[in-house]
């Protein structure tokens, strides 16, 4: 029988419509489909001169969309003269950061003496000024005299016996805040935790509190939620924290708690 080329055109035709196709729609995903990020470890960055060396230990870093070189820092300077007390992970991030006995709470995009909060981690922080970045890392704790401790918290409690009541008002020594200008002394006596409704932060509940400590003399009790700081709504984390820079500054403040089905005001004269 004769071979007949004309009978496999019309296959031909067909398997290259089929290629064009498969190679047409390929492209057309990569095109829409977001790229995958690449990774690059930088192996020069060089460790910290201080504390916390497992700051740069891996260098892994998402390699930037517009194909430029990553820039890799070979000095990291830490700032001096500052003390960072605390940090707080969430939205805002914030740090406290201690000059001259003075803690101050800064959120992320705030200035403490012009130096910008960019970034916050667990252990340090990261601020900028005049183009310039620094680094801030807590330090190791000193071991404190067991003496001087169970003084400080001695003469605490003398203050905490001084707090007296005259029915929904409550009259506090100064000298017991500058005492309490911690956070983390304030959290070995009360316990807090962001209390939301539909998603948005309403206020702190409080989930437990010492007995005989500040805050028990000051009428809160477990279970109440901080509603409103000077009758303006608790809105965020910040906005709860920020009255803790002012806590030396205060006259008096103003509590708003939600106590069972029913809310209540408790007023603070600092004497």
Same mark, same amino acid.
């Given at each position: ?94 740090? %406290?950061?201690?000059?001259? @006995? ?13 130096? /910008? #909060?960019? +970034? ?105 939620? %901080?509603?409103?700081?000077? @009758? ?13 820079? /002012? #806590?030396? +500054? ?22």
């Amino acid at each position: 029988m004769p071979f007949r080329s004309e009978s496999l055109l019309p296959m031909l035709l067909m398997l290259t419509l089929l290629v064009l196709g498969a190679k047409i729609t390929a492209l057309v995903i990569d095109a829409l489909l977001p790229p995958v990020p690449r990774l690059e470890c930088i192996s020069e960055v060089k460790k910290p001169s201080g504390v916390y060396r497992f700051a740069s230990a891996f260098g892994l870093k998402s390699a930037p969309a517009h194909g430029k070189s990553v820039s890799v820092v070979h000095r990291q300077e830490f700032l001096k003269g500052y003390i960072l007390s605390m940090t707080a992970i969430g939205n805002p991030s914030m740090a %406290i950061i201690v000059k001259n @006995g003075k803690g101050k709470l800064v959120s992320v995009g705030e200035k403490i003496d012009g130096f /910008r #909060l960019d +970034e916050v981690y667990t252990d340090r922080v990261k601020l900028s000024k005049n183009g310039r970045k620094y680094w801030l890392s807590m330090k190791k704790r000193t071991t404190t005299s067991t003496v001087n401790t169970a003084i400080k918290r001695k003469r605490v409690q003398e203050l905490v016996e001084q707090v007296r009541q005259e029915g929904d008002t409550y009259f506090i020594p100064k000298e017991l805040l500058s005492e309490m200008n911690d956070i983390k002394k304030i959290f070995r006596y009360i316990k807090i935790n962001p209390v939301y409704k539909n998603g948005k932060l309403i206020g702190f509940g409080i989930s437990d509190i010492k007995r005989g400590s500040v805050f028990d003399k000051m009428g809160l009790q477990k279970r109440d939620i %901080i509603e409103k700081i000077d @009758g303006n709504p608790i809105k965020s984390e910040a906005d709860a924290f920020r009255y803790f820079n /002012r #806590l030396e +500054e205060l006259n008096s403040l103003t509590l708003t708690i939600k106590r069972g089905k029913r809310s209540k005001e408790l007023n603070y004269e600092i004497f």
